[in-house]
């Protein structure tokens, strides 16, 4: 058993008394190749949750402050996390992105590129769009809809891979593609609500 799947189950086992999940979509996952995950970002519990629900090992960027942290800079790599900048093009970031998906691997985004304090959906940045045009990976908009609050009910739902060959083909912008997968997140918010 590695670190992450052992991480994934003390985790799952905290949180999911707590947080009651439900889980929707898991069965659309696409189960092998590059996937581009793109959740909305509405607690700190975001990453874990996400993570914890789906159902292929995740890879996350996280903030850079967080690998400096004492103890939990030395866990965060293990967690398959890896060091992004904010606010500025953190060239080595996109490239071990693109190197994941290319690899086969799941690479979990939030868009909006911080946590939304009033829970509603914000703009997203660039980067998903960036990354869903550089490479062949599915691409999954994630919609985690609270509240967090203990006993209550949080849903989690993986919506299906959005179809992403005309915009390939057009060379539709980084930006013109984020607002399509944001638009994802959107429906499927309003629709599990």
């Known amino acids: ?19 009651r999940f439900e889980v929707l979509g898991t069965e659309d996952f696409p189960k092998e190749g590059g996937v581009l995950l793109c959740s909305n970002h509405i607690h700190n519990f975001d990453p874990p949750v996400v993570g914890i629900n789906a159902p292929r090992p995740v890879h996350f960027m996280a ?15 293990h967690l398959n996390a890896f060091p992004v900048k904010r ?32 829970g509603e959906l914000k703009k997203g940045l660039a980067g998903a769009g960036f990354f869903a045009l550089r490479t062949e990976a599915a691409v999954v908009p994630c919609a985690i809809i609270g509240p967090y609050k203990a006993f209550k009910r949080l849903k989690v739902v993986y919506g299906t ?3 992403m060959v005309t915009l390939r083909e057009q060379k539709a912008s980084a930006e013109e593609t984020t ?12 629709k599990h609500s």
């Open 1 to 19: 058993m590695t670190f992450y799947d052992f991480a994934k189950s003390v985790c799952y086992g905290v949180l999911k008394p707590i947080y």
């Open 63 to 77: 903030k850079e402050e967080l690998f400096h942290v004492p103890v939990l800079g030395k866990l965060v790599p």
């Open 87 to 118: 606010g500025m093009s953190d060239r080595e970031a996109l490239r071990k992105g693109l190197s994941l998906l290319k690899d086969g691997h799941v690479l979990g985004l939030f868009p909006e590129g911080t946590r939304s304090k009033d």
């Open 161 to 163: 891979p959005i179809d």
């Open 179 to 190: 607002e399509i997968i944001m638009k994802e997140i959107s429906n499927l918010i309003k």
